[in-house]
């Protein structure tokens, strides 16, 4: 019962705790960190739409998730300089929000990914997170040393004849489908939550990268399990208490 | 005898419209060739061009195929605020820490963000020039050093020519030029040309 409970939703979320900063520190990394509440929005219109039209959430809210990340490559031109991500957090907010207010069977899922509960979470979901965040995390690094090579010697990149765009996609993807199980999971500021602020303080006060990942892992995983005692003790939504427990560590580290 | 790193035979390169002289030269591996002449002749397009980001208006430009590139440009890496040490800047393009002055030695683990203008530009400049590769293409390498700094940066193109590296820079500082190059090419502005 307890394990039911509490040690499912807990493991999941432990598990996005581990990859999130990390993910977070190269979307920070690529002046990208708004993308993180544009693939939230996003998903969590996809499950909504998903679960009106009779299939399962977590399935619509990852494919709207990948859709766009690999989409927006198309409106590149048009929606220069982050952009894209503006217009895919408007669009993903405005379809969630309608279909929560005329759809019931879409307004309790629609509160509990912006209220941010963790506790729903069950052994499928877990099931589905535990290999993805170690997949999402291998591929971050083996992605790593192209991504800061295209951000800190753009021109060696392409001197090199390095290929931008796998690089470029296979972050997209990663980025966008990690945030859709985020999102379903602990809801959408409590995803944005975990990949912004553990980067944030890395970026501040590590000495460098490989530090910065272990600092905004280790502040990540503090966080989560700290919000996550705090809001069973006290009988509150996990996704605000995450979000202030961050803020605070922030406040005081950064 | 090997064939040349780089054979260029009336090359006009240039962006939206032609930008240099027609140019004839040609590098073998172990010389350096400088570029220089008054601002606007197309020193740095020729740079380009031969990385493959500008466009060959006309004439012909052979590169050894499978040749190897590192460029550094003008450009400063855009670290500020990026938790990136200087030895991890330099793993990025499989740089050897060997032969770097003793005032950068024992800063290689400070973040690149909290190092002087110099030391920073020294470091992104040692990362392009000491990367495995057979052409190393310079953009004005002098800027921001001292004369110390200078006076290394001889030593160590000399050094990277000797073990096989073709080498071209760019730069206005003529004694550099003069103390370094194998090949000096003077630009000339188009209107002159035509």
Same mark, same amino acid.
């Given at each position: 019962?307890?394990?039911? /409970? ?20 190269? /979307? ?16 969590? !219109? ?21 859709? !766009? ?6 409106? !590149? ?28 069977? $879409? ?18 979901? /877990? ?49 966008? /489908? ?14 944005? $939550?975990?990949?912004?602020?553990? !980067? ?55 | ?194």
């Amino acid at each position: 019962m307890w394990s039911e /409970l509490f040690l499912l939703p807990f493991l999941t979320g432990l598990c996005l705790a581990l990859v999130l900063p990390v993910l977070g520190c190269f /979307l920070r990394l690529r002046d990208e960190w708004l993308a993180a509440l544009a693939y939230a929005h996003v998903a969590a !219109a996809g499950a909504l739409l998903a679960l009106v039209g009779g299939l399962m959430p977590a399935l619509g809210g990852m494919a709207a998730a990948a859709l !766009a990340g690999a989409g927006k490559r198309l409106f !590149a031109r048009r929606l220069a300089g982050g952009a894209a991500f503006a217009v895919l957090l408007l669009a993903g907010w405005a379809v969630a929000v309608l279909l929560a207010a005329n759809q019931p069977l $879409a307004e309790r899922l629609g509160h509990a990914l912006f209220d941010g509960q963790l506790y729903f979470s069950g052994g499928a979901q /877990l099931a589905l997170v535990a290999p993805w965040t170690a997949f999402a995390g291998a591929v971050l690094l083996v992605l790593s040393r192209h991504l800061l090579l295209a951000r800190v010697y753009p021109d060696y990149f392409r001197a090199r004849h390095l290929r931008a765009w796998p690089v470029v996609l296979g972050f997209d993807l990663i980025a966008a /489908l990690t945030l859709a199980l985020a999102t379903m999971t602990m809801g959408v500021m409590g995803g944005f $939550a975990l990949i912004f602020v553990p !980067a944030w303080i890395a970026f501040r006060r590590a000495a460098g990268w490989r530090r910065g990942l272990l600092l905004a892992v280790a502040t990540g995983v503090v966080g989560y399990v700290a919000a996550f005692a705090l809001a069973l003790w006290l009988d509150q939504p996990f996704g605000p208490v995450l979000a202030l427990l961050l803020i605070a560590l922030g406040l005081v580290i950064a | 005898m090997s064939a040349p790193l780089i054979r260029a035979q009336g090359l006009v390169a240039g962006w939206q419209r032609p930008a240099t002289a027609p140019l004839d030269f040609m590098l073998e591996a172990g010389r350096i060739l400088g570029l220089t002449g008054a601002n606007g002749v197309g020193k740095t397009t020729v740079l380009s061009a031969l990385a493959g980001s500008a466009r060959v208006f006309s004439g012909a430009l052979e590169m050894r195929p499978g040749l190897r590139l590192a460029l550094q440009t003008q450009g400063v890496p855009p670290v500020d605020g990026v938790p990136l040490s200087g030895r991890e800047l330099l793993a990025l393009t499989a740089a050897s820490p060997d032969g770097l002055p003793p005032w950068l030695v024992g800063r290689l683990d400070h973040r690149l963000d909290r190092l002087s203008g110099g030391q920073r530009h020294y470091l992104t400049l040692w990362t392009i020039l000491q990367a495995p590769a057979d052409l190393v293409l310079l953009d004005e390498p002098t800027n921001n050093l001292d004369a110390a700094g200078v006076a290394h940066l001889a030593t160590v193109l000399r050094k990277r020519a000797e073990s096989g590296c073709g080498v071209v820079l760019v730069s206005h500082d003529h004694d550099f030029v003069d103390q370094v190059c194998d090949q000096v090419m003077v630009l000339q502005e188009v209107a002159d040309v035509v």
